[in-house]
């Protein structure tokens, strides 16, 4: 067991109840954004925080195999490596179809206007988190210019990490679920690089010396 994954066996639950309590704060950020923008009252709630290695990050995603829709921002400042926003296809159509006011099956196609109303509910929801986070660790992340892919899960992981370059063998996942008749289930997955982690291990009070 190498020092981080020594150090994340010890991220226990008092440390990962404060991690989803602030990305509830996120979410309800996300939540308010969303409800102007679409004109219509939405709520967000995020039931379970975690940490993964890296290699299950997939499985979340529905499998290796499975279709999705998935938003890649790099993320630069006192912390480093990048977040992956992803949604099942049924979950992508619906969040479009309420955007552009019109049905869509990005199966059979995804243009311009499907990409670009994508890209603007990724940049809201990723945007209220890594604030949320910001605030609660008290540092400055910066997030960088979206990129879209809709491909097999295990395909999106490889373009991430290519992507991202050196990175680490964990990723935070925070599962998102938007309430109401929507049914629109997403995940966030932070994947930072080993000295971020290492930082925001420190910043959240767990031991790395």
Not at 15 to 35: C, H, K, M, W, Y
Request: aromatic share 4%; hydrophobic share 50%.
């Amino acid at each position: 067991m190498n020092h981080i994954d020594d150090k994340l066996a010890k991220l226990g639950p008092i440390q990962l109840d404060a991690l989803r309590e602030v990305a509830s704060i996120g979410a309800g950020n996300a939540a308010t954004s969303l409800s102007e923008m679409l004109n219509d009252k939405i709520q967000m709630k995020v039931p379970k925080v975690s940490i993964l290695p890296i290699d299950l990050v997939p499985e979340i995603m529905g499998g290796a195999d499975n279709l999705i829709a998935a938003i890649l921002v790099r993320i630069m400042g006192d912390i480093n490596g990048g977040v992956l926003f992803t949604l099942g296809n049924n979950s992508a159509n619906k969040l479009i179809s309420l955007l552009i006011g019109e049905e869509v099956n990005i199966e059979e196609n995804i243009g311009d206007l499907e990409e670009s109303a994508l890209k603007e509910v990724a940049n809201i929801l990723t945007g209220s988190n890594l604030n949320a986070f910001s605030q609660m660790l008290d540092i400055k992340i910066m997030p960088d210019v979206p990129a879209l892919a809709h491909d097999m899960a295990g395909a999106i992981l490889e373009v991430a990490f290519i992507e991202l370059g050196q990175i680490g063998d964990y990723a935070l996942v925070i599962e998102t679920e938007i309430l109401g008749d929507l049914e629109v289930n997403g995940q966030f997955f932070v994947i930072p690089n080993p000295e971020s982690l290492d930082f925001m291990l420190k910043r959240l009070g767990v031991d790395v010396d």
